[in-house]
Every structure is written in structure tokens, then in C-alpha cells.
């Protein structure tokens, strides 16, 4: 749904306070373009495309991915300190240059890249133009040369079409095309589509996707799930009665937790014969915005910003990547299939049984992957407040430090009903690993 342009024209021109110049003699449109805000605008509007468009989890950290690494490609020749990702990330070769001795507005470059890459891998893109206009409209009003401004411009979009090339290869279109996954009802340890939708497996090929940071797929495998057993003394049976028990002692405070880190984003509510759905930002947006948050709370400038986005972003990509691996590997069942089946037909968890394999859980997963990376950015302790379920009226929650946030989100999954806890132990371990990794493989200076 297109916004009034007005209104985004607005957002776009208050005033801010601006940076410093960067690389060039006209400092004055280049203070003003060095303004991080439109960086943060630019991935608030594509997470809230890509909850307009339903994505899954794992495709939208995809979108954050290339379109971060674009954007951030975009503005280091302006920052000589930084280190292209060139060379870095699989498969991803050095790209376009700016002319030697020319004049460029790099944060125009940059968010170039980042809306071009953005709206390739959107449906809608016709929200993303709307930013987009609305941006270009900003830097024509801080008087930039235009020589600078169409250079600079056309510069962005060498840099988006070569990350748009770079994501042509990592097997995505493959796994468009692959046969339906074949869902194993006769083995009652496997995974089975659960209530109320009984949708179909999310991303069962997700795994042939292209590391981005990582050796491959599988190279930091998670901890094995709890040997699968119907005995009643088993460990397998008690990890399941823990979800049962826990579910029918549930307080306001883990009720809302439960709901609060949900971010299922397409959550079906059955009214007698009528289904209603509700669309909600991804996992990934979720650490997207935090990210937000903490960049603005520490007046990070644009660059700093932007290299952020990237780390994280690629954190999560990782993580949605190791734990998907592991899902339709290990392929276990749901407590709520075992426990319908085993302990009590009528029990529903407190929120919706996502569609896909119980190990690992991906919300531990990738958030301790993005807790790690902002962790090792901002120090801890770190006090932030995140306000991003404010618009499905749930109030804001402060943290002391983003391992708390990320620790928090793992047991909301046991606190739901939808992950025993190895799953969401198994996860977070996993998590912090992969985003360890990243950091450490990843040199931006």
C-alpha cells in the first residue's frame, strides 16, 4: 500500500543532526548526505515490504544479506579505512570502481545499491520506488552538482547489479524448481504438518543455498536432539511432558514473552469456519531493527551503520542457513504432534506450530548469532529498549545487554509450546558459534 508522498517527503527532510563531510569539496551537500538516517529508513522500509509480501525467515535474511553488502560496496570508496567483502564471502568477486579523480556522493551510492538490490529480490516493488523517490527527492534538495549526482547514481547501480549477479549463482533458483518434499507420516519420529493451516514444509531445500561466510552448510552442525523415544521414562518423553506441563502454568509475563518474540510471519487464527491472518515481521527483522535501535542510540554515522547492517545481516543469513540444515536434516517431530499423539489429543501450544522440522529452533539460532554480532559491535553491558512489536500493540521491553534479548526469544519457544528445550539450547549454542565466525572471518578494516 503506497504511504502519502508527503509524509515520506517529510520523514526524509527533518533535520538531523549531520556528520561530518566525507570525500569531497562540496562539504556541505556532503554532510547532509552522510546522515545515517537514511540508511536505518531504507531497511525499515524493506522489512516492512517484506512483511507485506510474506516471505519466510530464511528467503527474507536472504534479502538482508545482498541488499546489506550492496549498500555497504557502495559507500567504502569513500571511506578508504574499510575493506571491501570482496574476496571475503564465497564466491564474491571485486566489482565496479569509481572513476580516479572524479567527485562522488557516496551515501547516494550506497543507497542506490541498497533499494536497486532491495526491490529485485521484493515483490512489491512499487513501496520500494516510493522510498526511493522519496530519497532521490532529498538529495536533489542539498544542491549536489549534477554531474556528482548522476555519477554517483549510476555508480550505486553498477554496484547493485553486480551483487545482483553474485545472488544468481547461490542455488536459490534451484530450489524453486525442486520436486515437493516428501513428508515421512509413517515414522513417527519425523516432522508432520501441524494445526490449524497443515501447511506445507517452509524451505525444505534450504540447505543447497550458498554459505555466504561459512565452508558450507553444515560446518558448524548444532547439538543432537534428544534420542526419540514413546517410552514413559524416557528422556525424549520427559523433554515432551516439560512442554505440556510448562504450557498449563503459564503466567501474563511468559504469555506475553511467548507472543512478544513470535514473529511468525503469517500467523493463522481460526474463528469456527473462518481463518484469519495476521502478518508479522520475520526473526530477521526483528534483529534488523534492533540494530536500528542501537545505531541510533550510539549516533553511529552512516558508515559504522551500514557495516553493522552488513555484519548482522550476514549473522542471520548464517544462522537461518545452519539451523534450516539441520531441521530437514534431523527432520524430528513437533511436541505438538507427539504430545497429541502421546500425552493429551486436545492440547494446542500457546502460539502457532510454525510449518517445519522442530531441530534446531532458528529464532535461538539466529538470535544469538545477531546477539553475538552486536554484542562484540556495542560492549556489554548494553541497555536498550526495542519497540519493535509496538505496532502490533505489545509494549516496548528494555534489556540490559542483546544476549538477554537473545536468550529470551530461545526460551519464548519453549514457553510457546512449539520447541522442546534441547531445541532451543541446541539453537542458541549454535547461534553464538556461527556468529563468532562471522565476525572473526569478516574484516571490514
Not at 544479506?65 to 567504502?76: K, R, T
Not at 512489491?124 to 532529498?138: T, V
Not at 550505486?156 to 515421512?184: C, F, L
Not at 510457546?416 to 541446541?426: F, S, V
Amino acid at each position: 500500500m503506497k504511504h502519502s508522498i508527503y509524509f515520506i517527503l517529510a520523514l526524509f527532510l527533518v533535520p538531523l543532526v549531520w556528520l561530518p563531510s566525507c570525500t569531497s569539496t562540496s562539504a556541505d551537500y556532503q554532510s547532509k548526505a552522510e546522515n545515517p538516517e537514511f540508511i536505518h529508513r531504507g531497511f525499515r522500509r524493506i522489512t516492512d515490504i517484506i512483511r507485506e509480501d510474506i516471505f519466510s525467515p530464511p528467503v527474507a535474511s536472504r534479502i538482508y544479506a545482498y541488499s546489506s553488502v550492496a549498500a555497504y560496496e557502495a559507500l567504502i570508496p569513500g571511506y578508504p579505512e574499510y575493506k571491501t567483502l570482496a574476496g571475503q564471502l564465497n564466491q564474491f568477486e571485486a566489482g565496479p570502481q569509481p572513476e580516479s579523480g572524479q567527485e562522488y556522493c557516496y551515501p547516494l551510492s550506497s543507497l542506490t545499491a541498497l533499494m536497486k538490490v532491495g526491490k529485485h529480490l521484493i515483490f512489491s516493488e512499487s513501496d520500494m520506488e516510493d522510498l526511493e523517490d522519496s530519497i532521490f527527492y532529498a538529495f536533489q534538495t542539498m544542491d549536489i552538482p549534477q554531474d556528482v549526482y548522476d555519477r554517483s547514481v549510476a555508480f550505486g547501480e553498477a554496484v547493485a547489479e553486480h551483487v545482483i549477479n553474485w545472488s544468481k549463482s547461490d542455488h536459490y533458483a534451484e530450489t524453486r524448481s525442486m520436486p515437493k518434499y516428501t513428508i515421512q507420516k509413517e515414522n513417527p519420529a519425523k516432522w508432520v504438518p501441524t494445526p490449524p493451516a497443515y501447511g506445507d514444509a517452509v524451505e525444505p531445500f534450504w540447505k543447497m543455498i550458498r554459505p555466504w561466510v561459512m565452508d558450507s552448510s553444515n560446518q558448524f552442525p548444532p547439538p543432537p536432539h534428544v534420542p526419540y523415544s514413546e517410552e514413559k521414562n524416557s528422556d525424549f518423553y520427559k523433554a515432551a511432558m516439560e512442554v505440556y506441563d510448562i504450557s498449563k502454568s503459564l503466567d501474563e509475563h511468559i504469555k506475553e514473552t511467548a507472543v512478544y518474540w513470535d514473529c511468525n510471519p503469517f500467523e493463522i487464527t481460526v474463528m469456527g469456519h473462518l481463518m484469519l491472518a495476521t502478518k508479522k515481521i520475520t526473526p530477521g527483522g526483528h534483529w534488523i531493527n534492533i540494530t536500528a535501535t542501537a545505531c541510533r542510540q550510539t549516533n553511529r554515522p552512516i558508515m559504522e551503520s551500514t557495516a553493522t547492517y552488513a555484519l548482522v545481516s550476514l549473522a542471520l543469513a548464517e544462522g537461518f542457513l545452519s539451523s534450516w540444515t539441520e531441521k530437514y536434516t534431523s527432520e524430528l517431530v513437533r511436541p505438538e504432534t507427539y504430545i497429541n499423539k502421546f500425552i493429551d489429543p486436545e492440547w494446542r501450544p500457546y502460539i502457532e506450530t510454525p510449518p517445519f522440522p522442530e531441530h534446531t529452533s532458528a529464532h535461538a539460532t539466529i538470535s544469538a548469532s545477531a546477539a553475538t554480532i552486536l554484542t562484540r559491535t556495542f560492549g556489554e553491558p548494553f541497555e536498550f529498549v526495542d519497540s519493535t512489536e509496538v505496532i502490533f500493540e505489545l509494549p516496548a521491553r528494555t534489556f540490559s545487554s542483546f544476549y538477554e534479548a537473545s536468550d529470551q526469544a530461545a526460551m519464548s519457544r519453549l514457553w510457546g509450546g512449539i520447541h522442546y528445550r534441547a531445541g532451543n539450547e541446541g539453537g542458541r549454542m549454535n547461534g553464538r558459534t556461527v556468529g563468532g565466525y562471522v565476525w572473526d572471518k569478516i574484516k571490514m578494516k
